[in-house]
């Protein structure tokens, strides 16, 4: 890499909502797309669910729409909503011709096969388009094909961003945003890479808790470095803890998929008894914050460390051709699913919250855009609802795109900007300070900060997080960068922010759930963070 790189377009994340961008994108741009590890190490490849839209003829827009504002509890824009579900159905097309291999039924008579659709929780039809219980693979992996076949796009694999890259916009008197410092983790080395556009879809911020279901890399990035540089945050409290992770020893963040509750698994205590019809008049198909508290509650009723998920009284056909890949990791720990109830626990696995933008992607700093889990595009609300968050990939990564195309060739070239600079840091030999502040951040966030909160807890979270916050920029401003650095200075900066949003909220709402305040605020407010050197407002440039 050579730190005069200049690029049209520069995405920062590879899953889902980044290469749907790339791939949208005007072939006669030029486009530099960042991967934390490979093209296939992201939270979209491990997307085993699916993604919901309205294809069947019974159902309807206004159903889905009406299904994600009720699970969103009252926060969901409505505006967001629509625009999400109404271009539901052309990104899920444009998936089918990019070559994306959706379950099909068996076809009656001489007639052609329907797609298998599913049902979710808190979906009132079955509208979950699905590859088996590995959807995140098949669509991941048709959009690295074409992304690799594609001629204007750099890909640079096993590279971080470090922080962006800002400049005084001289013509609306606002900063703009024209590249971003990468690491290459291999070698070490901080190049500066310039664009007209930024698009950050670096994921959520998951890792900030001990238990995930979210591979390594999803530690806030894309969230902490737009804050740092002026963007509003919203919504950070609303942390979903998928309720079924896998319970074992040596199954590292491994997700038991929704749809298995969709299909008819049930919940029960370790001695057997299903439970979920006491928390909920849909049971299993309740929406997943319920369900997550449900699990979280009787665990701690019973001092149990996990519960458990049954589905050995379908057949095991069923079971096999359904769930493969759910059904061969959890024989590969010795349990068969067929047979014999799955041990879970609850596991933090999407944030809700995130960058503000609008309805192209837009975030407060002109030409940067964020799409996907690191923006809060007001989708879902105080609970995302299963299954809608690729769509949102989808549908605002489209609107991204599109945007660009069309300001690009308004958008003046990058000015000179100082390449990185490490003369004055050193190489470090304490990186036990990086593992033990990461260990303690994920500790006492899920200790205070998780399903259910107290003010108390969150206090104690935030006198914690005033400390490393010091201690870890500190570290930072002495010595080399590498990745375990920078995502722990990411991590704690969403943490704060996490802590201060869930400070705010003085009511128990979707994902957020404190005892301190059990009952609902009379109006449904979102809650945003805006920094002190706010990117929306005038600057003051010398024009001299």
């Known amino acids: 890499m050579k730190p005069t790189n200049l690029y049209d377009v520069l ?20 486009v530099a797309l960042i991967s934390k590890a490979t093209l296939q190490g992201g939270a979209s490849w491990l997307a085993q669910g699916g993604i919901a839209a309205v294809i069947d003829k019974d159902d309807s827009a206004e159903a889905h729409i009406a299904d994600t504002l009720a699970a969103g509890a009252g926060l969901c824009h409505e505006d967001a909503v629509r625009f999400v579900v109404e271009n539901g159905p052309g990104a899920v097309n444009w998936l089918i011709d990019s070559g994306v291999d959706f379950t099909k039924e068996e076809a009656e008579g001489n007639g052609e096969p329907n797609y298998h659709l599913t049902q979710e929780g808190g979906h009132s039809h079955r509208r979950i388009l699905h590859t088996a219980d590995a959807t995140g693979k098949e669509i991941t992996g048709t959009l690295v ?34 590249g971003a410092y990468i690491l290459d983790i291999n ?47 919203g919504n950070l409290e609303f942390n979903q803890f998928h309720p079924t992770c896998l319970y074992h020893p040596k199954a590292k963040s491994f997700l038991i998929t929704e749809a298995l509750r969709g299909e008819g698994a049930i919940l029960k205590l370790p001695d057997g008894t ?18 997550a508290r449900a699990i979280d509650h009787e665990m701690k009723r019973l001092g149990s460390d996990c519960l458990y998920l049954d589905i050995s009284h379908k057949p095991a056909e069923f079971i096999i051709e359904h769930f493969p890949t759910v059904y061969k990791r959890c024989l590969d720990f010795g349990i068969d ?24 992607g837009q975030t407060d700093l002109r030409n940067l855009y964020a799409i996907g889990e690191s923006a809060f595009t007001g989708l879902h609300g105080a609970n995302r609802m299963a299954s809608n968050s690729l769509l949102e990939c989808l549908v605002y990564a489209q609107a991204a795109a599109s945007e660009i195309n069309q300001l690009n060739d308004k958008i003046p070239q990058p000015d000179f900007v100082r390449p990185w600079d490490e003369s004055q840091v050193e190489f470090s030999d304490e990186n036990v300070v990086i593992s033990h502040n990461w260990d303690e951040l994920r500790r006492f966030m899920w200790d205070y900060v998780g399903i259910v909160r107290t003010d108390k807890r969150l206090q104690r979270a935030q006198h914690r ?21 920078l995502e722990l200075r990411n991590l704690v900066t969403v943490a704060e922010l996490i802590i201060s949003c869930a400070l705010q909220r003085k009511e128990s709402r979707g994902l957020h759930y404190t005892l301190d305040y059990p009952e609902l605020a009379p109006i449904a407010k979102d809650t945003i963070l805006v920094p002190i050197n706010f990117a929306g407002q005038d600057v003051i440039i010398n024009l001299d």
């Open 11 to 30: 995405i920062i994340g590879s899953g889902a909502a980044g290469l749907t961008v790339a791939l949208q994108l005007d072939p006669s741009l030029r």
């Open 337 to 360: 699913i067929t047979t014999t109830p799955i041990p879970i626990v609850p596991a933090a696995h999407y944030t809700c919250g995130g960058i503000v933008v609008n309805t192209k």
């Open 274 to 291: 299903p439970f979920m019809q006491h928390f909920h008049a849909d049971a299993e198909l309740a929406p997943r914050d319920v369900v």
């Open 465 to 485: 997080i005033n400390l490393l916050r010091k201690e870890i920029q500190e570290y930072y401003s002495n010595y080399k960068v590498g990745r375990d650095l």
């Open 145 to 178: 094909e074409r992304a690799l076949a594609a001629e204007n796009v750099q890909i640079f694999e096993h590279h971080c961003a470090v922080d962006l890259v800002t400049q005084a916009d001289k013509s609306s008197r606002k900063i703009r945003c024209t």
């Open 187 to 233: 070698s070490g080395d901080v190049e500066l890479l310039q664009a007209k556009s930024v698009v950050l879809a670096s994921g959520g911020a998951s890792k900030t808790y001990l238990y995930t279901s979210n591979p390594d890399g999803a530690s806030g990035d894309g969230i902490a470095m737009a804050w740092r540089r002026g963007c509003r945050v």
